[in-house]
Structures are given as C-alpha cells and as structure tokens.
C-alpha cells in the first residue's frame, strides 16, 4: 500500500458521477488525503456543509478550481468577473482551500489582441490582491495548454507565470499552479519550475494520450501516455514544493464513463507506480 | 484585385481534391503566384513531370512539405528517417523548391525523454547538412503547436528552433517556418521572430477556430478565427522577410468538403483583407 498522505484527488476526476458529499465520502473510505473541489459542485450544497463534511471525514483540502477568465476586452464583463473571483476566494477561504485556483481567460475575439489581453489580465490579478490578502488565500495562476489559449488562458506558459509574478511582486497572494499536461512541452520547463521555487502552490498531474482527440477533456490517467510524470514531480520538488500531489483527469470519453470507486482505484495504483 | 505577388497557397489547401496537375493548373488559373507542393501528391507524377508542369505554368515553388520526424530512438529507424530527408531535399531542388519543411517527430514513447528526443533531432540535423548543402536547398526548421509534441515535433517554439539554429552553426542550410497558426499564442513570439531575422525561409498562413475540434486537422480560413494575422505578418516582414505569404489550412470537416475553385478563391479575397 503506497503511501497516500500527499496524494490529493481533484473532484473533475469523477465529476459527473460523484456529488461533492459522494466525493467526500468515496475519497476518505478509500484513504486518499485531500480532494480539490470543484466550484459547480460546491455550489449544490454551500460552503457550510461542504467545510463540515470536510472536517467530518478527516479530507484535506488541496485547493479550490476554479475562477477567472476575465480578459474581456469590455469593461463591465471584465468587472463582472472579477467580482466573481472575489466571491471564489471567498468560498475557498471558507473550505479551507489554501489556494484558489486562476484561469486567465482567452484572447477576446473582439480584438484579437493578445498583448493587451494580457495586459488587463494582469492589471485585473492587481485589482483581486487586497481580497485575497484580506481572506488569506492564496490565488495560484495556473498556465494552459497553448491550445486554450482562444478559449480558456492566454496564460500559456509557466515563463509568463512567473512574469506576472514578478510583475505583481505579491508572493504572499500570487502563486503558481504546475500541471503536467499542459507544461510538459515546453522547453523551458525545468527552467521555469526551478525559478518558480516556492511560488509553487499546486502540482496537477494527469498523462497526455497519444491518440488524444479532444482539447479539453481527454486527458489520460499516469502511466496511459508520454509524459515523464517523475522527471516533472523531481523538478517541482528539487524547488521546494512539499504540498499535495494533485491528480486531476478530465477525460469524457473513459474515465468519466467508468465506476468512480474504480477510478479512484487506479488513481491510487497510478500514484504509486507512475508518479 | 489585390496583388498576388507574394502569395502562395499550399497544396494541402486543397489536398483530397486535386491531383499535383490540377492543383498547377488551378492556382495558375486563379492567378495565384506559387504553390507549396506536398510530397505525397508529388510521388503520383514524380519530380521530372511535375518540374516540367511547374515551368509550364509559370507557377513558382515556395517550398516543399515536408519531411523529418527522425526522433525516434532506435538507431535503425532513425537512421532510415534521416536517409528519408536527404531524399526529399533531392525531391526539393528537383523541382525548384528553395526550401523543405522540416518536422522534427514527437517524443518517443519508449523513453518520454524530452530531453534526449531533442538532443537526438539536433544530432540528426547536422548530420543532414552536408547533404542538403550540396543540393543547395534549405531546411526550414518548423516549430509545430505544442498539441503536437507528443506526435510530431518535439521542436515546439520558435526560441527552440532559433536555439538550434545557432547550435548547428550552418545558416546557408538551416532556415526556420514561421507558420502562424502554431506560433500565435506565444509570449515570446515578436521577440524570437526578430531574433530569427534572416532565417526566416517560409511563412504560413492560417487561423486558429474559436471551436477547434481536431489538433491536427480543424485549421481556420484566414478571418473566421483569433489570430491577429496582420501583426504577425508585420512581425515577419520587420525581421527581413520578403519571400511568400503561403496559405496553409488543413481542414477536415470544411475546406477539404469545398469545391477546389471556391477554396482558392477564398484564399485569394482573404490573402487581400485578412492576412
């Protein structure tokens, strides 16, 4: 039996099958640490219950997915949106969610300019500091694939994470998120993960299947695909990362088909054996 | 009617529907300057027909796509990749072509080493000089979108490329694509396209769709997706590039269904307002 005190499962992994007080449950009987909760699902039963059931079941909260996407080029949309980020560490700081993870948002087709896109961005990320501050939450901007980048995260590389980190020079509020699958490409990864040190808040980890088919939601479980998944963990922990060890699959076509006490199962097999 | 000087439309535009001839003749119809020819079509007529084709209808050849994916890790099939590419670089000063497209091949899933698949490329590259210098034909270093790298290019940004590029120490012989559709959503974008200066030996053209549904095939008509097309052209030309604007749109599920006149037609009006 591995050791299973660092491995945090995120919710997305059996999200249609499971409510978050199944997940709660299902994670704890299985002996996992922590869950990652997803938004949508926290929503159909409150922060109130979710934090007492949390605490009920000894589970751990590893953070909190997600909110952002607020890089519309217009102003009342992009305020809008930021008011909801502020709503979203309000609830992770409610569940005990150390860290909240941020999705950038894509290029405004508007516009279609990706340099100013970035620029309200990170002006925005500016704006949510004395909230997140204020809660104790830490909001962890999280890189996407560069095939996200129309739709999701003109955030597409760890470099630019750690840029705007630079840039907004509040490492008590701003962290990073590294995840496997959309970071594992990139040439400077070792690089990045090594400068982003201690910004490090969250490590996701899933595979990337060869025969990959959709942009979002085909992610395949450690050990199924290409990516060096150890090589990755060694790098983030060589820069002083000691926090949960996240798997997090969105995977439409088979793991979200399947029994979730089997994915469960295999996810702990896989993080024993592929992580 | 805009000036077609400078444009080209790759022969994968309208790949199932036009035999080499008919693709020679049509462009040469629609008044379109150069073509990019694809080797698998090419092998129907051989190099001598399709040369004599070519100066037949005053057609200009921008370039010739493509060969590589000489990353695996078995020496054998390595090296049989490689004698693949000294081929096509024979294929390409037969009919003219001033440069071959290059793809570097994906990560072999036998080891997931990123690391060493690329230094096995690099390797593989200078083997490739002698020959391609003798031919006098350039091989055009493209960087493909990271959605690619686990099967066809481990070489994945424009700085990879350039860093190769001074690796290898031959600029008579190795050149770089710059194709926007797998370029666009990089933060280092204007500034590795300025680093690559004269290097630049291709540049294509196509649009990222706000609804993209396959990563390899789903590429958009100039104008129907995000990408600021001009800007990037502007980006190109301020680097020192004066050769062909080529069009390049893989797209299964529309362009590929189209009549062959309508897509070059199209082309032609969006080459004039999109691009």
């Not at 409150?46 to 590893?62: F, H, I, P």
Request: proline share 4%.
């Amino acid at each position: 039996m591995p050791d299973l005190a660092r491995l945090s499962v995120n919710q997305i992994c059996v999200l249609p099958q499971w409510t978050l007080p199944q997940a709660i449950d299902g994670l704890a009987r299985h002996g996992v640490a922590a869950i990652s909760v997803w938004r949508e699902k926290l929503a159909e039963i409150g922060v109130a219950e979710a934090r007492a059931r949390l605490d009920g079941a000894g589970l751990k909260v590893s953070g909190l997915c997600f909110a952002g996407l607020i890089s519309a080029a217009d102003r009342a949309e992009a305020a809008a949106a930021r008011d909801d980020v502020r709503r979203a560490i309000d609830e992770a700081a409610a569940i005990g969610a150390p860290c909240l993870v941020f999705l950038s948002g894509g290029v405004d087709p508007r516009d279609k300019d990706l340099a100013a896109t970035r620029a309200r961005v990170l002006d925005g990320l500016a704006q949510l500091a004395p909230h997140a501050r204020g809660a104790g939450v830490v909001v962890a901007l999280e890189p996407l694939h560069p095939m996200a980048c129309a739709t999701r995260s003109v955030l597409t590389t760890l470099k630019l994470a750690n840029d705007w980190c630079d840039a907004l020079g509040a490492e008590d509020v701003f962290g990073i998120a590294v995840d496997t699958y959309v970071t594992w490409w990139d040439p400077d990864l070792a690089g990045e993960i090594a400068r982003a040190g201690k910004r490090i808040r969250a490590f996701h980890v899933s595979d990337w299947l060869l025969d990959t088919r959709d942009l979002r939601v085909d992610r395949g479980m450690p050990g199924d695909g290409v990516i060096d998944l150890p090589a990755i963990r060694r790098m983030v922990e060589a820069a002083g990362y000691t926090g949960h060890v996240e798997v997090e699959i969105l995977s439409a076509r088979d793991w979200w088909t399947r029994d979730p006490d089997e994915v469960v199962r295999t996810i702990k097999q896989r993080y024993a054996t592929a992580v």
